[in-house]
């Protein structure tokens, strides 16, 4: 069955500092891969999406994230972080089979910025 | 656009309650879904829909029924609330044309803060 991996769960970073939020999946052909965004209280914000072609991708707030078919991992990034990245960030992969156009997420990764 | 909206935004249930949630989109997409989100899990996928007129069962649908009467509108309801149901519950929608990647590409609306006492 498919499924999505973040491996940190809480992570601290220094404000101008850089950013790797790691995510995994298992998938056997190429899979269409998403990364969300969530502040505290609101809903989900799709950052970025991956469906084929480049594998480096550019999405919102400057964030970046490069799919490696080799490592069956699609990491985000951010080359320095602002206090305002401060939240929850889901990976994302699409469910394959059938017509819908369900999504399969990781537990997420929560972001805490110092000062 | 408003995009995908959500009523009501927060409720408080007592155990053996009912009520529904209501999700409204504008952006014309076919596909809607019904998420709910808590600590540590995630979201999981409770019902999602195809088109008007059709649902199906997600992740974890027991305890929820849904109906799409309207392409832009999906209802979420409780017959018997469980303190179990206490959680977050997201509303999704997303387009069927253009790329097949473009279906899984889902919006997301602001969320309903469930608590059953």
């Known amino acids: 069955a498919q499924s999505v991996t973040q491996p940190d769960i809480h992570i601290t970073v220094s404000e101008g500092a850089s950013l790797e939020l790691r995510c995994n999946y298992s998938?056997?052909?190429?899979?269409?891969l998403f990364w969300y965004v969530q502040s505290p209280g609101q809903g989900l914000q799709l950052l970025l999406k991956y469906f084929s072609g480049d594998t480096l991708v550019q999405g919102i707030k400057g964030f970046e994230a490069e799919f490696k078919r080799s490592q069956s991992s699609f990491n985000l990034r951010k080359p320095s972080v602002h206090w305002s990245d401060a939240a929850e960030y889901f990976c994302?992969?699409?469910?394959?089979?059938?017509?819908?156009?369900?999504?399969?997420f990781g537990k997420g990764t929560k972001l805490s910025v110092k000062p | 656009n408003a995009g995908v909206t959500q009523t009501p935004k927060f409720r408080v249930l007592k155990t053996g309650q009912s009520m529904t949630l209501l999700c409204a989109q504008d952006m014309n997409h076919e596909y809607m879904y019904w998420y709910r989100q808590d600590p540590g899990m995630g979201l999981r996928l409770i019902h999602y829909?195809?088109?008007?007129?059709?649902?199906a069962k997600g992740e974890v649908p027991d305890g929820y029924n849904v109906s799409r009467l309207k392409k832009q509108n999906f209802l979420l309801g409780l017959e018997s609330a469980a303190p179990s149901q206490t959680s977050v519950y997201f509303c999704?929608?997303?387009?069927?044309?253009?790329?097949?990647?473009?279906?899984?590409?889902?919006?997301f609306g602001p969320g309903t803060r469930l608590t059953v006492t």
């Open positions: 994302a992969v699409g469910a394959f089979g059938g017509s819908q156009g369900n999504l399969i």
């Open positions: 829909s195809v088109g008007e007129g059709t649902t």
């Open positions: 999704a929608s997303s387009l069927t044309t253009g790329t097949s990647g473009r279906k899984y590409e889902q919006y």
């Open positions: 998938y056997g052909a190429t899979p269409y």
